[in-house]
């Protein structure tokens, strides 16, 4: 009685010539209320080809990012009640497509380790562990949370246009993790890796980044306290 149709993306680099959009009918009476609960309904009972990935289905993982009625988020977040008929259901933009709902990943995550997103130190290790204040930890908050779903960077227009030299929002705010935690000892060598042109100031503060984070933190705010970093550090 209850049946929602979707239009999902498909292409196949292998077989497909170009891109489509296929229909698909489903039974919201068989299935769960999330979009990814649709989506893995029409794998099993109607087109077991179809291909996107998924994992924790907690919203923790970032595995299942994509464009869902235009908007970058989690398909085990999203409500399927919170979209139009017919629904669409497309990847993350601005990416080269393996198959279908998943993206290639490679790029981006490249980008994530050329800022050495790890603790680094220069004193010698203590015997038992770098201790923390209550207020050191808290400021990390906002910024530990990201789970590199990249729905910001998928999002934002200065990485469509400079995505081959701007490391993008997703890994500009794990690059402020690390100079915002206390423990660290790498601040120089960091902001140094980050002081360019294209690496960093190709951020226009559009912030269809925090607009589109499905943790609701903010990366716009990450990039403006690195570019106030590197600014200090000049004075």
């Known amino acids: 009685m209850r049946v929602k149709a979707f239009e999902i993306y498909r292409y196949d680099p292998d077989t497909d010539d170009s891109p489509r959009l296929d229909t698909f ?25 179809l291909a996107f990935r998924r994992s924790c289905r907690e919203g923790i993982c970032g595995s299942c990012a994509m464009t869902m ?30 198959k279908d709902l998943v993206p290639d990943l490679t790029h981006v995550f490249a980008q994530y380790a050329m800022i050495e997103p790890w603790l680094q130190t220069r004193t010698p ?56 935690d206390s423990r660290d000892e790498a601040t120089g060598e960091r902001l140094d890796i980050l002081e360019d042109p294209f690496r ?21 705010k990450a990039i403006a306290e690195i570019k106030k970093m590197v600014l200090e550090r000049r004075t």
């Open 125 to 180: 290790e203590p015997e038992r562990e770098r201790p923390q204040s209550p207020e050191e930890r808290s400021r990390l908050d906002g910024y530990y949370e990201c789970i590199l779903c990249f729905c910001c960077t998928s999002g934002c227009p200065s990485h469509w246009w400079n995505g081959d030299r701007f490391l993008g929002p997703a890994a500009l705010l794990q690059a402020y993790r690390w100079l915002a």
């Open 25 to 49: 009918e489903v039974d919201l009476d068989d299935c769960g209320p999330m979009v990814l609960d649709a989506l893995i309904w029409i794998k099993n009972n109607v087109d077991s080809t």
């Open 69 to 98: 009625d235009g908007t970058n988020w989690l398909a085990c977040t999203r409500f399927i009640s919170d979209l139009a008929t017919p629904a669409t259901v497309y990847p993350l933009a601005n990416m080269r497509i393996i």
């Open 200 to 220: 960093l100031y190709r951020c226009h503060t559009i912030l269809n980044c925090t607009r589109t984070c499905p943790k609701g933190l903010n990366p716009g």
